[in-house]
């Protein structure tokens, strides 16, 4: 079983969708949750982070993290043409290095 | 955000070539890392650096890659011998004082032929 999963897509929606996009994860060692925005062949770009469970909001963005069912989730409201990207999610361990787990990312396009 | 630059941007190289790969971080930090994410595939923890020496390294990083600071600034992944199964982008990323906050260069692409 891979450590994080999540699905790769394609994901299309229109312009002024709710999107939601979501990892699962297996080990319960993941404390910290990451989500990075990768415009094609750039470097990942981080979104969001949370630590532990719960919910944290930045603009038209939210993270959503439920470590008894380990799965997290990331809201785009009002998506937008320039949020077409894939979105990755990260985590790390809380007591092993600072070592990244990352997803295989969903491919997001919103249409105008 | 702190910026990091990443030379070249695109390496093209002949299998059993050696090459080294740069990472130039705007500002000093003292974590440093390099992942690699192969076409299609997941980004992928090599290695990373900190104090001046490896502070953990994934099992993709054998003797085949090396890192170093050879100059106090620049930041350096050094492919011996290269394969062609090496071809993928590589990110040097860097790591402020808060821990969820590793932040990614533009990458280097290597082509191996």
């Known amino acids: 079983q891979k450590e994080v999963e999540q699905d790769p897509g394609p994901l299309s929606v229109p312009e002024g969708a709710i999107v939601s996009l979501n990892c699962t994860y297996s080990?319960?060692?993941?404390?910290?949750f990451m989500w990075y925005r990768q415009y094609s062949r750039k470097g990942p770009e981080l979104l969001m982070y949370t630590y532990s469970s719960g919910n944290k909001e930045d603009g038209r963005f939210t993270a959503q993290v439920d470590k008894s069912s380990k799965y997290i989730s990331l809201f785009i409201r009002d998506s937008q043409p320039s949020d077409s990207a894939t979105y990755l999610c990260a985590m790390k361990k809380e007591d092993t290095g600072n070592q990244f787990y990352f997803g295989t990312g969903t491919s997001l396009t919103v249409i105008p | 955000e702190p910026e990091v630059t990443q030379t070249p941007s695109h390496q093209v190289t002949q299998m059993g070539q050696e090459v080294i790969l740069r990472c130039v971080p705007i500002?000093?930090?003292?974590?440093f890392y390099w992942y690699r994410q192969i076409l299609g595939q997941k980004v992928e923890f090599l290695v990373s650096?900190?104090?001046?020496?490896?502070?953990?390294k994934s099992e993709i990083f054998d003797d085949q890659f090396s890192v170093e600071r050879p100059d106090g600034s620049n930041f350096t992944l050094k492919i011996r011998s290269t394969k062609l199964e090496d071809s993928a982008m590589y990110f040097c990323?860097?790591?402020?004082?808060?821990?969820?906050?590793?932040?990614f260069g533009p990458g280097t692409r290597l082509t191996v032929t």
């Open positions: 650096f900190y104090n001046n020496e490896i502070s953990e």
């Open positions: 990323a860097i790591q402020t004082s808060g821990v969820y906050e590793q932040y």
């Open positions: 080990n319960s060692a993941f404390q910290y």
């Open positions: 500002s000093n930090h003292l974590y």
